[in-house]
């Protein structure tokens, strides 16, 4: 089971107080009139599945059950760092 | 290859079993193959092995980074079924089914194909109405699956508790009599063995660290931890790295790799006589013949490559099990282990050509592949041999999440697949 930080409630609490909520950093279009079959593809269902660092959504579904991100390492599952939803996103390891 | 026969047994046990030839050989990588496939699961042995068998394509490597059949093909728990909702996946599904019940004929290698029976627990209205809705779209497609009443689900299995007092009590079932279990790591090796003996390479402990591209966009081979390997034809059947090998040829992929976990017991005598299976509460168990429980979990919540899980999913599916059968309550767990698959966002495979020229991929088999091994072989052998797909292939495009026409098993089939 993962320890996953809260950077809102600040402590670190068991995975399964969590959900996790899919990539991270994905814009939702603007003006849906202008989005291409492509645009939509890449937007909805693409993923970059990152062997490495991963930036990810998760929600502290079962604590302030509000959203943040994280980077994390998918080849060991340690946690880089968490961080507030609307922050920038952190360049760290091998992550893009 | 020596044919293995009764004879072939009475003759080497007069001489001390001293003249088994090996089964397949490691040969050094030929700078080029006709066909190159990536990845010796079951799989993509069987993509080769109908490569070499049906298309008369025998210049073919299979480059495996580990050992062949050393993911997923020997993690999973073995079920092999085919009542599954849509046409599409029906079609391939059953085509796999109809392969499996000649397959150890086919290969002369005993791959311990036991159709058991796979009996899938209703606990509530809701299951009751989507397994009839299933029972009567399979027989549409003249797949097998009836609906046992509670009663006759307990005299199928009689380990199950059918108590009405229990916490989600066993209401009714559906039963797929074809469906069953097969020996996993015989179905690596009987499909390498007949790969080999046609002429195919298994190259094994061979990265593949790049895909070569020319100038105008077709692939030229592929770059691996024992160099530069060319072929006109890649075919990527990579499982949970698909994104990772895919992206060497710069294809983004609609997939996301999770841990999938499994667990055995210790070995008790015949007393789950078929494969028993809960959406609901999230289980599914069979019995092998060695004895063990072999117990089927769900995956973990994120994304990983650790091929390791969390102790509280395997926890979540004992609590499962316990509930199904309670006289396994004092039963011990004696190995866990993790695999890693590619799910994609319908919960249907892709086997198909890429946009790519020269490049296909045999991927998304998400938590239930092993049961499609010989179908997805064969489909896929033709889609590249013949360089367009297979008719039961032809649904499960890469370009179906451009255009919609998904095949939404996700929906349709709840949890386990």
């Known amino acids: 089971m993962l320890l996953i930080r809260c950077p809102y409630c600040e402590e670190e609490r068991p995975e399964t107080e969590f959900r996790h909520a899919g990539e991270a950093h994905i814009a939702r279009p603007a003006d849906w009139s202008t ?15 990152p062997k490495g660092v991963a930036y990810e959504r998760w929600r502290h579904i079962h604590g302030c059950a509000r959203f943040f991100n994280a980077a994390r390492d998918t080849v060991s599952d340690k946690f880089i760092v968490t961080y507030k939803a609307g922050e920038k996103k952190p360049v760290v390891g091998s992550g893009k | 290859m020596r044919k293995y026969s009764v004879f072939a047994i009475a003759r080497e046990a007069l001489r001390h079993h001293t003249g088994w030839p090996q089964q397949w050989t490691n040969p050094e990588p030929q700078p080029a193959y006709d066909v190159i496939i990536v990845g010796a699961g079951g799989h993509g042995l069987a993509t080769a092995y109908y490569l070499a068998a049906e298309h008369g394509v025998t210049n073919v490597a299979v480059i495996e980074k580990g050992w062949l059949g050393g993911g997923n093909t020997g993690r999973n728990t073995t079920i092999v079924r085919s009542n599954y909702l849509y046409d599409e996946s029906a079609g391939i599904y059953d085509h796999a089914v109809k392969l499996w019940e000649g397959l150890s004929r086919e290969l002369n290698y005993n791959v311990m194909y036991s159709p058991r029976g796979v009996m899938m627990l209703a606990h509530n209205i809701h299951d009751a109405q989507v397994f009839k809705r299933h029972i009567h779209a399979n027989r ?14 307990k005299a199928f299995c009689p380990p199950l508790n059918i108590s009405p007092a229990s916490r989600y009590p066993v209401i009714g079932a559906a039963l797929q009599r074809r469906g069953g279990t097969a020996r996993y790591d015989a179905v690596a090796w009987g499909y390498a063995r007949g790969a080999a003996a046609r002429g195919v ?12 591209r020319g100038m105008n966009g077709a692939v030229e081979g592929v770059e691996t931890s024992r160099g ?22 710069g294809v983004r992929m609609p997939l996301e790799s999770y841990p999938l976990q499994a667990l055995v017991s210790e070995p008790v005598k015949p ?3 078929c494969v028993v299976m809960s959406n609901t509460v999230h289980a599914y168990i069979s019995q092998s013949d060695k004895g063990e429980l072999v ?8 994304t990983s490559y650790s091929q390791t899980g969390g102790l509280h999913i395997l926890q979540h599916t004992l609590d499962a099990i316990v509930e199904m059968f309670p006289m396994f309550s004092r039963m011990k767990m004696l190995r866990s282990w993790g695999g890693i698959v590619d799910v994609t966002p319908d919960r249907s495979p892709i086997l198909a050509k ?13 938590t239930g592949g092993f049961k499609a091994t010989p179908g997805s072989g064969h489909v896929f052998a033709h889609t590249i041999a013949r360089d367009e797909p297979h008719p039961i292939a032809a649904p499960f495009t890469l370009e179906r999440f451009r255009t919609g026409r998904l095949i939404d098993e996700a929906a349709a089939a709840a949890v386990a697949h």
């Open chain 2, 271 to 273: 007393v789950v006589p």
């Open chain 2, 295 to 302: 117990i089927g979990a769900g995956t973990d919540q994120y």
């Open chain 2, 140 to 153: 549409l497609n003249g797949i097998d699956n009836e609906w046992l009443t509670a009663g006759e689900a």
């Open chain 2, 201 to 212: 390479h298994i190259l094994q402990n061979t990265e593949v660290t790049g895909i070569r």
């Open chain 2, 228 to 249: 530069f390997i060319g072929a006109s034809k890649v075919g990527v059947v990579a499982a949970g790295h698909s994104t990772v090998v895919m992206d060497m040829a």
């Open chain 1, 35 to 49: 989005v291409t079959d492509a645009d939509f593809e890449a937007f909805f269902f693409l993923r970059a599945n």
């Open chain 2, 354 to 366: 890429t946009p790519v020229k020269g490049l296909f991929v045999n991927c998304g088999w998400g």
